[in-house]
């Protein structure tokens, strides 16, 4: 396996990136209502990134993958896809997934977000849950750590809070690729002797469910479900491990002194 240590040349054209990844899931928040399709909210964030960022979305063609953001609607754990008949209705929960390739590296950050003023409950703890998951992971972060510990934290505070984590999908290194090694695995797996560095570049992107971790993947070969219907939710954001811990690249304004 081989992790690709990024210099400081590298990772300002990343965080580049990040920032605009970031950027998209600011500027969508706004159109988010009861009554607009899925497909238009794609439409939107197209025209941004293309008209007003230029740069490209990443995830548009990627092996064959037909929109340029991922747009995952309650019970779709990730990677679905925008559609005209897909209304959004009060109550409904999202995740919106960007990843933006600028200047040949690529940014990667998702959110979710809520339809109307009112979710239910456990829609919203669902939701908290998935977002400090992540941050619980990030506050962990430093040089010198085995990578095994960020799924290993995720796991403990989600099935804490009686959820589950999706073993499927998992996070990933990014830079020139938009995928490379390492894999982030967001649950308690076994050690495999990575420990983190200075220069590494990853996202950590837990995916959680209110009901079992099983998932399956529709026949549009993209979208995947939650198996018992219940909803699932995901935050994600790209992470520079440096020498006093890590510096989050994609992070929105909305965070500062949150994390």
Known sequence: MTILIKNDKEIKKINKSCQLASEVLEMIKKYIKPGINTEQLNNICHDYIINVQKA????????????????SVNDVVCHGISNERELLKYGDILNIDVTIFHNNYYGDTSKMFVVGDYISKESKLLCLTAKKSLYKAINIIKPGIPLNLIGKTIQQYVESKNFSVVRQYCGHGIGKNFHEEPQILHYDSYDTGILLK???VFTIEPMINIGKHHVYLTNDGWTVKTKDKTLSAQ?????????????????????????
């Open 235 to 259: 935050y994600e954001h790209t992470i520079l491990v440096n020498n006093n811990g890590c510096k989050i690249l994609t992070i929105r304004k909305e965070e500062y002194n949150k994390i």
């Open 198 to 200: 200075p220069g590494m």
């Open 56 to 71: 490209k979305p990443a995830t548009l063609g990627y092996k064959g993958y037909p929109k340029s953001v991922c747009i």
